[in-house]
T-cell receptor, first 111, second 114 residues
Framework: QQQVKQSPQSLIVQKGGISIINCAYENTAFDYFPWYQQFPGKGPALLIAIRPDVSEKKEGRFTISFNKSAKQFSLHIMDSQPGDSATYFCAAGGSNYKLTFGKGTLLTVNP | GAVVSQHPSRVICKSGTSVKIECRSLDFQATTMFWYRQFPKQSLMLMATSNEGSKATYEQGVEKDKFLINHASLTLSTLTVTSAHPEDSSFYIC??????????FGSGTRLTVV
């Protein structure tokens, strides 16, 4: 599977701050880029996803920024809350509908 | 929204026995389901693609005789870990989709082989 590189590995943010997680991919055949949130002992839950025909998508406090030429996309969490503390995975999918996941970012939001 | 139910959530079995994990799409039909494995503090690794009515497609390095997948209906896929050993202990997660990309994940199964 093609690799999706995710950074940082861990992130500590104060309550009310902005959390930013970045991902980069190499396979230009990818055309679907979701972000998942996972709490310990649970399956991943879809947060937000984007297609390469748009550069930004916002849903509530979550925004994806997409740079097709740089093959990079990022997740911004505005007004971060302690309840946002979780592991976040970016992923990329292609025509075979398989998802390739990044290695994850452990986000801790301090109260 | 779409719901995927996975059972059991936790299972402990003795080395050498087999364990079956079920993945059900509760309110939609899923032609394709995916099975993942996740080690502690690591990412999800795709094990196999389960297609209703046909044989599963396994990723490179995954033993198809150890991880038996059956997708007998449009709402049920099962993963059987045969002759389980301690190294098979892991978190197993399934996903299913009603549309092409809208994948919903199950809540996962924590398998411990003792």
């Amino acid at each position: 599977q093609q690799q999706v590189k995710q950074s940082p590995q861990s992130l500590i943010v104060q309550k009310g701050g902005i959390s930013i997680i970045n991902c980069a991919y190499e396979n230009t055949a990818f055309d679907y880029f979701p972000w998942y949130q996972q709490f310990p002992g649970k399956g991943p839950a879809l947060l937000i996803a984007i297609r390469p025909d748009v550069s930004e998508k916002k849903e509530g406090r979550f925004t994806i920024s997409f740079n097709k030429s740089a093959k990079q996309f990022s997740l911004h969490i505005m007004d971060s809350q302690p309840g946002d503390s979780a592991t976040y995975f970016c992923a990329a999918g292609g025509s075979n509908y398989k998802l390739t996941f990044g290695k994850g970012t452990l986000l801790t939001v301090n109260p | 929204g779409a719901v995927v139910s996975q059972h059991p959530s936790r299972v402990i079995c003795k080395s050498g026995t087999s364990v079956k994990i079920e993945c059900r799409s509760l309110d939609f039909q899923a032609t394709t389901m995916f099975w993942y494995r996740q080690f502690p503090k690591q990412s999800l690794m795709l094990m196999a693609t389960s297609n209703e009515g046909s044989k599963a497609t396994y990723e490179q390095g995954v033993e198809k005789d150890k991880f038996l997948i059956n997708h007998a209906s449009l709402t049920l896929s099962t993963l059987t870990v045969t002759s389980a050993h301690p190294e098979d202990s892991s978190f197993y997660i399934c996903s299913a989709s009603e549309t092409s990309y809208g994948y919903t994940f199950g809540s996962g199964t924590r398998l411990t082989v003792v």
